[in-house]
């Protein structure tokens, strides 16, 4: 069964630290991995989206960091801002074959963000 | 660039009803997937629309369903709402398959 874990399940830092959120799946074979932002009750808004040949890929102060082999990506924010607060989702979707076009969701990290 | 639409934003319901929510997905974008959250919980795939044919389906009761119109456009039905319904309700719409999705604001779905 395809799964996608993302850790911690939610994480305070102060403003202007820096932190990484994970997430490690198994879905295989592999099509590409994006990361979504959603605050509270509005829909998630795309990070980035990584294929299976990118290693990093940067928007403004989050980068995204992919590591196929491992079936690991990390998401790193960079001297966070309150604004910064809310749940960071990690989504995989399968390649060629019975899973091709399905996305398999992680269930988030909630991150809070205090002055 | 109008982005994804969903009506209404909210809407109370009773226990028994059923409901109709919508979807105008991005100009030009042929699939739109629908999704259910609760509290606590993940994003819940229900269905994925492609050029009016559902192409994915989630594992959810037969009370769930959903179309596609020529022109794009998605509405999801529930009917004989139960509690355990109430949840936001997240459309996305993307190019061709789910690779670049863009969601809307969600619909807050209330039953009581």
């Known amino acids: 069964k395809n799964q996608v874990e993302q850790s911690p399940q939610s994480l305070i830092i102060l403003e202007g630290k820096n932190c990484t959120l994970q997430c490690n799946y198994t879905v295989s074979p592999f099509s590409n991995l994006r990361w979504y932002k959603q605050d509270t009750g509005r829909g998630p808004v795309s990070l980035t989206i990584?294929?299976?040949?990118?290693n990093t890929k940067s928007n403004g102060r989050y980068t995204a960091t992919l590591d196929a082999d491992t079936k690991q990506s990390s998401l790193h924010i960079t001297a966070s801002q309150l604004s910064d607060s809310a749940s960071y989702i990690c989504v995989v979707s399968g390649g060629p074959g019975t899973n091709a076009g399905k996305s398999t969701f992680g269930d988030g990290t909630t991150l809070t963000v205090k002055p | 660039k109008a982005g994804v639409t969903q009506t209404p934003r909210y809407l109370i319901k009773t226990r028994g009803q059923q409901v109709t929510l919508s979807c105008s997905p991005i100009s030009g974008h042929r699939s739109v997937s629908w999704y259910q959250q609760t509290p606590g919980q993940g994003l819940q795939f229900l269905f994925e629309y492609f050029s009016e044919t559902q192409r994915n389906k989630g594992n959810f009761p037969g009370r769930f369903s959903g179309r596609q119109f020529s022109n794009s456009r998605s509405e999801m039905n529930v009917s004989t709402l139960e509690l355990g319904d109430s949840a936001l309700y997240l459309c996305a719409s993307s190019l061709v398959d789910l690779a670049e999705a863009f969601f809307g604001q969600g619909t807050r779905l209330t039953v009581v």
């Open positions: 990584m294929t299976f040949s990118e």
